[in-house]
């Protein structure tokens, strides 16, 4: 089965995006110039993404597509006709269960998924399908918006593999999920 793994930023009370979906937030923050956080190492041992369609909507507003590798966006809202032209080889649609895409991605020869999206990460996690993640805290408070954790059926044990400063202001945890 390929394993889920998260690489998310999230502010102080726990939200990854405003209600809307913008990170208007998360770009104010200064960047260290010479610490990604580890984005590259990370996006290095993935085989693709899996985000859902508000984390897709949100990157298309980026103007530039960020990614070399294939992504998967899990949507029932989203049509083949929403997906950019230029993108389709890129991109593609997936209406499965979390589980039975992450049956179909093994089947593809996927090992490691880089999950995005705060609703996704969520139903992942309820599936027990992440392995690992790395969250950056942004010391903002923002009150309101999606939240990285929701309602969850048991417990989640965690398991602390490091955590590290980027910067002068955030603090980055890297989880394992046991």
């Known amino acids: 089965m390929v394993t889920g793994h998260v ?6 009370d726990g939200f990854v995006a405003r209600d809307d979906h ?3 937030w998360l770009m104010k923050q200064p960047q260290p ?36 590798k294939p992504v998967v966006v899990m949507s029932r809202s ?16 997936s209406r499965l269960s979390p589980r039975d895409l992450m049956q179909d991605l093994f089947a593809q020869g996927w090992k490691r998924a880089y999950v995005d999206g705060g609703q996704l990460v ?20 923002l009150g309101s918006g999606i939240r ?5 059926e048991a417990d989640i044990d965690l398991e602390l593999i490091g955590s590290r400063p980027i910067g002068d202001a955030m603090q980055q945890m890297h989880y394992g999920v046991t």
């Open 7 to 12: 690489f998310i930023a999230t502010s102080l």
């Open 22 to 24: 913008t990170l208007d």
């Open 33 to 68: 110039a010479d610490d990604d956080g580890g984005y590259a190492a990370h996006m290095a041992e993935m085989d693709g993404l899996v985000m859902g369609a508000g984390s897709f909507r949100t990157v298309l507003g980026f103007g530039q597509w960020p990614y070399e």
């Open 78 to 93: 989203l049509a083949e006709a929403d997906i950019p032209e230029d993108l389709r080889d890129k991109v593609r649609l």
């Open 122 to 141: 969520q139903s992942f996690l309820r599936d027990g399908l992440i392995a690992e993640m790395k969250i950056t805290l942004i010391p903002i408070l």
């Open 148 to 152: 990285l954790f929701g309602p969850l």
